[in-house]
């Protein structure tokens, strides 16, 4: 993306951020709602009383080790060969990527790009970019499927250019869907590096957590998770699992650029999982969000007809596709004006392309009726965008 | 230094870190009893009650507000010209340096060396080698000052050569001793860009904070301070205060790395320096640390008369050198079978020589008369190694 209209974006968004009265559509924030403020009060109270040293005093680069045996439970249960030492706790998700994206590019050099789905993550494209690899979509494209080749000569051949496969199992960013079937298939049988980026793995509607692709390709995932989602962002809290032979060079590199996450925000959650049923705080964000989502996806449909989406599985957001032939960016300038964001269709695309134009629309963070007036405020922009053209 | 002395360290390390009876006077650990529980608990409490999203929620790259408005005043109050836009927040001093080699290291290529002290931090050095540079010491040596050609053509030619010079004004680690005189004037004169870590700068025992470099060399200077170790390293919060034209640069790699700092640490310590004195934590600190240096050089002048060290004039360490040809890592498991740890010299000098036996000596962590039981420990431990090798 030029740096222009990056720039021309970030300067839209902050100045939306400070105005109460436009709606967030935008940005992909959890509901502050669901913040467990009371849980992380409790949860802090007892970690300064009881866990000093393990809140306030240095850490190991690897992370508070309770809570690694927490994270390596939870991937247990669900199949995978993890044990705490196998876990290095990170500042968010992002860092994990980051920290998988450094040693996979120094093992892989020559090979200059990461295969990802059509439409992804932004600071993930953004980061293989600022990397120097290209973002390519050669067969894992967001909606299509595979072509039923899986695993032949031919699908290994066109993994083996590529320095490593992103996915966001579970609940794509930004199309909420999940990564099964085939595709899957292909992509364990692709032989290539992948990075598992589980951000949304959690908040499925349907409440079924996907059987982590760690739990048959051990060897190969660089599996990332992160509370961020399903608790707060604001602890700033994720991990990584790289393949054992990764562990020791993924170490020294959390090392060397932050010596460690934050020790308070790791104790605070080691004490929260102790006293608490994640599983039951993850039931009530599902229900939550998919409520959101229903009610979002019938006021495009009722309002917006033309506008095409598929149906989140989970996640926070819906990727609107259009037929029109305008500049993502320019109807962002005039929803703001309408008082209501989205994040521009061009950020999640592999491609870069701008048209034809396309935006994430995000439920997570837009309350009851707000959601209908958020929709009512893109609508008058996307008309007024229309008449502006001709 | 050697990968396999480097895990031998290590796992001596973790080894006594986990037995409670040996004494660690190694680790740069601030004492746990100057960490502000109380005002800390207060300011949590504070923080989410009123500034829920703040604590909680997603925020932007470059960090909270009122904290980078903190850091300026601060420094502003020292002479530099710096606003609270100029600042950005990082998780820890560590993440700041990473942040500033990483910018540097693309804007000067093929300057394939940072200058530094004969001794300095060894996880900066660790990161200045990790991405490739050599550490090189052609005249910023510890103890000895310059040659009174400051600024001349030849310095000037000097410093072309280097990615950037790294310092720890006010009080060096680990040597503790200020940045003054002729060897700041050619370091301002050189031309070169800066890195200036004040991870001790405030921790002077003279209570006088040296005027910042970056007061001085605005345009090359990359500020870099912490909370680390004034208050305490769990919250992993510090500053980076680049050259304005290097600020979007950092910035964008703030974001690929781990797009934020902890917003919760953030809102605590934004809420804590809104209520307290600073300064008067800080002169508590230094009186507390001052008396504890004291009392350890007392402790060292009079069981290891033959043991060499400078006075530190702040910080959490001396640097000890000896005549003695024995390994340092050696010694260093002999004295954790004596009940006492401490930093082998080779960690931090620029050379990664061996020989002669230097070591780090911390009394930041340890209390009283463990202090002088500590360097009893070291000269039994010592002893030994001399016999050992007879």
Same mark, same amino acid.
């Given at each position: 993306m030029e740096l222009e209209v990056e720039r021309r974006i970030e300067v839209l968004?902050?100045?939306?951020?400070?105005?109460?009265?436009?709606?967030?559509?935008?940005?992909?924030?959890?509901?502050r709602e669901l913040f467990p403020t009371q849980l992380l009060s409790r949860a802090f109270v007892s970690a300064l009383a009881h866990r000093t040293d393990?809140?306030?005093?240095y850490g190991w680069p690897e992370g508070n080790a309770r809570l690694r045996a927490w994270v390596a439970d939870r991937l247990r249960a669900r199949g995978a060969d993890v044990d705490a030492e196998d876990v290095i706790v990170t500042a968010g998700a992002q860092q994990a990527l980051a920290i998988a994206t450094h040693v996979l590019r120094g093992e892989?050099?020559?090979?200059?790009?990461?295969?990802?789905?059509?439409?992804?993550?932004?600071?993930?494209?953004?980061?293989?970019?600022?990397?120097?690899?290209?973002?390519?979509?050669?067969?894992?494209?967001?909606?299509?499927?595979?072509?039923?080749?899986?695993?032949?000569?031919?699908?290994?051949?066109?993994?083996?250019?590529?320095?490593?496969v992103y996915v966001v199992p579970g609940a794509s960013n930004p199309r909420g869907r999940g990564l099964r079937g085939e595709r899957r298939e292909a992509l364990l049988a692709s032989g290539a590096p992948i990075i598992a980026d589980e951000a949304y793995a959690e908040l499925r509607f349907d409440g079924r957590t996907e059987r982590p692709l760690l739990a048959d390709a051990r060897d190969r995932v660089w599996h990332v998770g992160t509370v961020s989602k399903a608790l707060c962002p604001g602890l700033r809290v994720g991990w990584l699992v790289p393949p054992r032979?990764?562990?020791?060079?993924?170490?020294?590199?959390?090392?060397?650029?932050?010596?460690?996450? +934050?020790? /308070?925000?790791?104790?605070?959650?080691? $004490? =929260?999982?102790?006293?608490?049923?994640?599983?039951?705080?993850?039931? @009530?964000?599902?229900?939550?969000y998919r409520a959101r989502a229903e009610r979002l996806m019938a006021a495009l449909r009722r309002t917006l007809p033309?506008?095409?989406?598929?149906?989140?599985?989970?996640?926070?957001?819906?990727?609107?596709?259009?037929? +029109?032939? /305008?500049?993502?960016t320019d109807l962002? $300038? =005039?929803?703001?004006?309408?008082?209501?964001?989205?994040?521009?269709? @061009?950020?999640?695309?592999?491609?870069?392309?701008?048209?034809?134009?396309?935006?994430r629309v995000c439920y997570s963070a837009?309350?009851?009726?707000?959601?209908?007036?958020?929709?009512?405020?893109l609508a008058?922009?996307?008309?007024?965008?229309?008449r502006w053209r001709r």
């Open positions: 968004q902050r100045r939306c951020a400070a105005r109460p009265n436009v709606l967030a559509m935008g940005g992909g924030l959890p509901a393990e809140s306030l005093q892989r050099t020559g090979r200059a790009s990461v295969e990802v789905d059509a439409e992804s993550y932004p600071a993930a494209l953004e980061l293989f970019r600022a990397c120097g690899a290209k973002t390519v979509t050669t067969m894992t494209t967001g909606t299509a499927g595979t072509n039923g080749t899986a695993g032949t000569a031919t699908e290994r051949r066109r993994y083996r250019d590529v320095a490593c032979d990764g562990r020791a060079r993924a170490l020294r590199l959390k090392h060397h650029e932050d010596l460690e996450t +934050a020790s /308070l925000s790791q104790a605070i959650l080691a $004490e =929260l999982f102790t006293h608490i049923d994640e599983d039951a705080l993850l039931t @009530r964000a599902r229900l939550f033309a506008w095409r989406f598929e149906e989140p599985e989970g996640g926070f957001s819906v990727f609107v596709e259009t037929d +029109a032939d /305008l500049d993502d962002l $300038e =005039l929803a703001a004006a309408h008082g209501v964001t989205f994040d521009p269709g @061009r950020m999640f695309r592999a491609s870069e392309a701008t048209r034809p134009l396309a935006l837009v309350s009851g009726a707000m959601l209908e007036e958020g929709v009512r405020r008058a922009a996307f008309r007024e965008a229309g």
